[in-house]
């Protein structure tokens, strides 16, 4: 198993490019996450699917979409990227959201907007 | 807001020792509470947890206290090695995950 893979690993976008980060997950995972880590900060939730079909926002949605593809995708796409997103995104799944809930971490795609 | 925190920011440890890492939360609605390990360039990956009906649980070389009373959490890793440098989250749970902003944790040798 692959476990939770991010695709692509590193991009650079100029301010108002779009682009779309893809994610996976061959775990039979209901539930699956977006998240950013910038330097001093833990990782903040962007959006989540609990399941197949719903998607719900985080903790800092703006700028942000998301489709839930099927039970094993999950993307997160910038409309019109800005500097202020620059950042490291991880995409995390689960069995499902609630409690004790532990979360499985792609390795992450690193994010620059010029 | 609630939020979850870490005491200290950089943790140096001589290699062979213990590490205590502490994490303070403020939600006392958590009921499931966390530590992720973050090497360098690689997404986080899941330590221990706890739920809050236990104040203690042990693993491999790890162990999560957990006091209720003043809202404190703690790693401790026995015999430090050289792989164990990384970040240390510390996480709270009711609904969902809320991440602290980490400890990095250097190993002297």
């Known amino acids: 198993n692959a476990g939770v893979t991010q695709t692509p690993k590193f991009q650079v976008l100029k301010t108002g490019q779009s682009m779309t980060l893809q994610c996976a997950q061959d775990?039979?995972?209901?539930?699956m996450y977006w998240y950013r880590q910038d330097p001093g900060m833990g990782l903040r939730l962007i959006y989540y699917s609990a399941s197949e079909g719903t998607t719900d926002k985080g903790e800092v949605p703006n700028g942000y979409n998301v489709s839930r593809l099927n039970k094993r995708e999950f993307s997160l796409r910038l409309e019109s990227a800005a500097p202020s997103q620059t950042s490291v995104y991880f995409c995390?799944?689960?069995?499902?959201?609630?409690?004790?809930?532990?979360?499985?971490f792609g390795p992450g795609t690193r994010l620059t907007v010029l | 807001g609630e939020s979850v925190g870490l005491h200290l920011p950089t943790l140096s440890v001589q290699e062979g020792d213990n590490s205590i890492i502490n994490c303070a939360y403020s939600?006392?609605?958590?009921?499931?509470f966390i530590w992720y390990k973050q090497e360098s360039g690689k997404g986080p990956q899941f330590i221990i947890d706890i739920r809050s009906n236990m104040d203690k649980r042990q693993g491999q070389r790890v162990t999560v206290l957990l006091n209720k009373t003043v809202k404190h959490l703690s790693l401790q890793i026995a015999a430090t090695q050289p792989g164990d440098s990384a970040v240390y989250f510390c996480?709270?749970?009711?609904?969902?995950?809320?991440f602290g902003k980490g400890t990095r944790l250097h190993i002297l040798p």
């Open positions: 996480a709270e749970s009711d609904d969902k995950i809320i």
């Open positions: 775990m039979n995972h209901n539930s």
């Open positions: 939600n006392s609605a958590s009921d499931y």
């Open positions: 995390a799944s689960s069995p499902q959201t609630g409690v004790h809930n532990e979360q499985f």
